[in-house]
């Protein structure tokens, strides 16, 4: 197939990049489409690099004032798989309370995913869950998970199962507690809040 030409630069900014997408999207492997701009879409090619790394080429055509041409490629069906990082080196680093290590940010995912850390003897109050199970694995540090039947001690390599709308608290122990969370795409519906760090 004959590559297709995009002009963007009289569409408004907001549909440019979902406009791009969608096209690139439709496309078959080996088709491509030249993208015209008045700037250089460097800010496309990030977005390109964190949701679609591997799927595709990127080749300067024309790189001039208000004239910008770009050829994207696709080169596989799919976004192939890859490394999005290491779990050791992000619980490595310091943490004063609680923090998001690490979370998964493609915006067409299908799947939520965050590395959450805490301090010595920090903690997650208790909360409901929302509506979807969540899967936890304890990759570093140990403590205890709160549930209404009672507390459990969790440890790192612990692989934990938080059902939909269940009550759960974290605390960490004294080296801390770091675990990932895995469950499917959702809307943000509820915001946790760490209690402050306590003396033990």
Same mark, same amino acid.
């Given at each position: ?40 879409? %460097?800010?496309?090619? $990030?977005?390109?690099? +964190?949701?679609? #790394? =591997? /799927? ?60 959450? %850390?805490?301090?010595? $003897?920090?903690?997650? +109050?208790?909360? #409901? =869950? /929302? ?68 003396? +033990?």
């Amino acid at each position: 197939m004959p590559d297709i030409t995009l002009d963007v630069r009289e569409i408004p900014k907001p549909q440019r990049h979902p406009k791009i997408f969608s096209l690139f999207d439709s496309l078959a492997v080996g088709d491509a489409v030249i993208l015209v701009n008045d700037h250089d879409p %460097r800010h496309l090619h $990030d977005e390109f690099e +964190a949701d679609r #790394a =591997g /799927g595709y080429s990127w080749d300067y055509l024309v790189r001039e004032k208000r004239d910008y041409q770009v050829r994207i490629s696709k080169t596989t069906a799919t976004t192939p798989p890859r490394r999005l990082g290491n779990t050791a080196e992000l619980t490595n680093a310091a943490v004063d309370d609680a923090d998001v290590a690490w979370k998964l940010t493609s915006p067409d995912r299908h799947l939520d995913s965050n590395l959450i %850390r805490l301090a010595a $003897d920090g903690e997650i +109050a208790e909360h #409901a =869950g /929302g509506e979807v199970d969540v899967l936890v694995h304890v990759v570093a540090g140990s403590g205890r998970l709160g549930t209404e039947a009672g507390d459990l001690e969790v440890a790192a390599g612990d692989l934990l199962w938080l059902p939909r709308r269940s009550q759960r608290a974290f605390r960490a122990g004294p080296d801390g507690l770091s675990y990932l969370t895995v469950h499917t795409h959702r809307e943000p519906t509820l915001t946790i809040e760490p209690l402050a760090r306590r003396d +033990a």
